[in-house]
């Protein structure tokens, strides 16, 4: 025998192995379909794991996504998962920036005491006009959502199928802004929910590329509801529940696959140690689109449109409390702020002058940023003894900073810089410095880490730290469309007809939502009978 790489064929080769991958291989070998996923890391689930950040601190965190919302419950069901979603029953809360002393708290529980704290930050009938607006988007929740697990429909078909012409152009047609300064009157109002529409995506409320509303509906429509929840026992159980169900079924999933080419008919070679030659009748890939193209032979000499490189725009820092800070904000328990989405200088205004400024190469002064407290809703990923203390965990996602504001720099110093943002940003609402609270791993360093953009596209190869690959788009086909082969109907076409797109570049994907590999798979098995 010679010493070349080896051979094996599949029905499907997944690269990549994130959950929108571990998705896709359960249902496809469920159905009977040879499947193998390859993975680079040693390990499967992409953005969606929970790891030990600090070595001898016994908190397992979810590092990078950390809610759910877009996760249908019919994927739940056909694949047999069990996982757990906890609603958090504070929706947000948010310090006024020009007297953080008061602040707006959304109790979903507890209407008098939203609209008191409205009251407090200045305009009780604010409350009022917040609900109304809220109330006013949900319908596209119950139209969008259910179609998101079908194969895609026309612009014209959801636009009938929402049922209101004027939510339509306020979501669809015209920059969200308008829409938020005709329903809101206060500049925090207004701010609390713009960042559905800036959550990973660097754009404005006025942008007419309507960016913030691709995004903002994507926030809005989750579960039917939009809202997001907090997985019991962090991401990695999410993940854990995919790689069970995908293996069940008979999925083989390997780890330490580095996956060096593929073939616009389906061979994949994998190199490293042992290279090796594997052969799909079908490619799903689960990386990104403009991963996917350095992958794929060169096609520039073709005429084959470049697909545009994608941009970042967050910052995650993930924190280990020995108890939550003191607030400024008399009138609200830190348990119940951090409970919710805790948001930080994030008004309109700021929202929007810290966009011109990260234009402009400076990082925003203060950093508009939200946090949260998973283990007050589900303190399972701390260890008894850390419990027993009262320690708590924090997550900070920090808007409007672009990769261009880290791209080229030395990785450390850019970090650095973001997180010293990001905590003068968080300080400025609290009654006491956020590193008094920070406990300390068994070697005395603080239990924090800032994850940027670039790391992100050094740990999990995401070009431009993008957490979407790419500019989210709208869900559903235009009026012209081709939809005539199975990927195109199901939002997962690449120039390659064998080559499907499985991951969060797809259609109709984003969040740890399951909805790319779903997706995916229906088309597949359209594509390769028994």
Not at 375 to 390: F, Q, V
Request: one cysteine or more; charged letters at 20%.
């Amino acid at each position: 025998m010679g010493n070349g790489p080896r051979t094996r064929v599949y029905d499907v080769v997944i690269v990549g192995g994130g959950h929108n991958a571990l998705v896709a291989a359960a249902y496809l070998a469920r159905a009977g379909r040879t499947v193998v996923v390859l993975e680079r890391l040693d390990h499967v689930g992409g953005a969606a794991v929970s790891e030990r950040p600090w070595e001898g601190v016994d908190a397992r965190l979810s590092r990078y996504s950390y809610l759910v919302s877009l996760l249908p419950a019919r994927i739940v069901a056909d694949l047999g998962l069990d996982i757990r979603l906890l609603r958090r029953r504070y929706s947000s809360y948010t310090p006024d920036p020009a007297d953080p002393s008061r602040g707006i708290l959304v109790d979903t529980r507890d209407a008098a005491a939203t609209t008191a704290s409205f009251a407090r930050a200045g305009d009780g009938a604010e409350a009022a006009r917040f609900k109304a607006l809220g109330d006013r988007v949900a319908p596209m929740a119950g139209a969008v959502f259910p179609s998101m697990t079908e194969p895609l429909g026309t612009r014209t078909a959801m636009r009938a199928r929402l049922g209101d012409d004027a939510l339509w152009d306020d979501v669809v047609e015209q920059p969200l802004g308008a829409m938020l300064r005709r329903a809101l009157d206060t500049d925090i109002a207004r701010g609390i929910a713009l960042t559905d529409g800036l959550i990973g995506t660097f754009s404005r409320s006025d942008d007419p590329g309507l960016r913030q509303n691709r995004c903002f509906l994507y926030h809005v429509i989750g579960g039917g509801t939009g809202d997001w929840d907090v997985p019991v026992g962090g991401m990695g159980q999410v993940t854990d529940e995919l790689a069970r169900a995908a293996r069940a079924a008979g999925a083989e999933l390997r780890t330490g696959a580095d996956v060096i080419s593929i073939s616009p008919d389906g061979v994949v070679e994998v190199g490293g140690a042992q290279p090796e030659t594997v052969h799909g009748r079908l490619v799903l890939s689960a990386v990104g689109p403009a991963l996917l193209q350095r992958l794929l032979p060169d096609t520039s000499s073709g005429g084959a449109e470049a697909t545009p490189v994608p941009e970042g725009a967050q910052l995650k820092v993930n924190m280990l409390l020995r108890r939550l800070p003191r607030l400024k904000d008399a009138h609200v328990s830190p348990e119940a702020a951090f409970a919710g989405t805790f948001h930080i200088n994030e008004t309109m205004s700021q929202l929007d002058q810290a966009y011109t400024t990260a234009v402009g190469g400076g990082i925003p002064d203060p950093l508009p940023a939200e946090v949260y407290c998973h283990s007050l809703t589900d303190p399972s990923i701390l260890g008894a003894e850390l419990r027993a203390s009262g320690t708590q965990t924090l997550t900070l996602f920090g808007l409007q900073v672009p990769h261009r504001l880290v791209a080229g720099q030395d990785p450390d110093a850019a970090r650095a810089a973001l997180l010293a943002a990001a905590q003068r940003s968080l300080d400025s609402v609290l009654a006491e410095p956020i590193a008094d609270c920070v406990y300390e791993a068994p070697d005395g360093t603080p239990c924090i880490e800032a994850r940027t953009t670039g790391d992100l596209e050094a740990s999990l190869g995401m070009i431009g730290g993008d957490i979407f690959h790419g500019e989210l788009s709208w869900p559903w086909a235009s009026d012209d469309e081709n939809l005539a082969t199975p990927a195109q109907r199901w939002g997962v076409a690449t120039a390659h007809p064998a080559v499907l797109l499985c991951g969060a570049g797809a259609r109709r994907a984003g969040g740890v939502s399951g909805l790319g590999g779903h997706n995916a798979a229906m088309a597949a098995l359209e594509m390769l009978p028994i």
